[in-house]
């Protein structure tokens, strides 16, 4: 695995053009980091698990406005967060941020939905470099 080369720069651009081209645009950083959205929105936003431990996981008691922030363009921006790289796997995080998303049918309301994902992940065959 590779960081450093560009993926949530490239992300941002793809999110931001779809944006432009009239698209409703939903872009998922899954990184520890949790700064994929930040050139979409200018900062920082807290991640699905820490927004999760909040309610001690009890998703029900979340509303999309906890977790999902709109960016540039109207493009709605999501951090999935997770464990640091190289120590664990990112699928649980993120397979709760998708869990998420269905819950609250914001899956459905999108056109696009962009996934920015780290490039040192250990669980073998979620991501590649």
């Given at each position: 695995?590779?960081?450093?080369?560009?993926?949530?720069?490239?992300?941002?651009?793809?999110?931001?053009?779809?944006?432009?081209?009239?698209?409703?645009?939903?872009?998922?950083?899954?990184?520890?980091?949790?700064?994929?959205?930040?050139?979409l929105?200018?900062?920082?936003?807290p991640?699905?698990?820490?927004?999760?431990?909040?309610?001690?996981?009890?998703?029900e008691?979340?509303?999309?406005?906890d977790?999902?922030?709109?960016?540039?363009?109207?493009?709605?921006?999501?951090?999935?967060?997770?464990?640091?790289?190289?120590?664990?796997?990112?699928?649980?995080?993120?397979?709760?941020?998708?869990?998420?998303?269905?819950?609250?049918?914001?899956?459905?309301?999108?056109?696009?939905?962009?996934?920015?994902?780290?490039?040192?992940?250990?669980?073998?065959?979620?991501?590649?470099?």
């Amino acid at each position: 695995g590779k960081g450093g080369i560009g993926k949530s720069t490239t992300s941002s651009n793809l999110s931001a053009a779809f944006s432009k081209l009239g698209h409703r645009v939903l872009q998922i950083g899954c990184d520890p980091k949790h700064d994929s959205t930040f050139t979409l929105t200018k900062k920082l936003m807290p991640t699905v698990i820490d927004v999760l431990e909040t309610v001690e996981f009890h998703s029900e008691e979340l509303r999309p406005e906890d977790y999902m922030f709109e960016g540039y363009n109207g493009v709605m921006c999501v951090e999935a967060g997770g464990p640091p790289a190289g120590t664990g796997c990112g699928g649980y995080v993120v397979g709760q941020t998708v869990k998420l998303l269905k819950q609250h049918h914001l899956l459905e309301e999108t056109d696009v939905v962009i996934f920015d994902v780290l490039g040192d992940v250990v669980c073998g065959g979620f991501a590649m470099p």
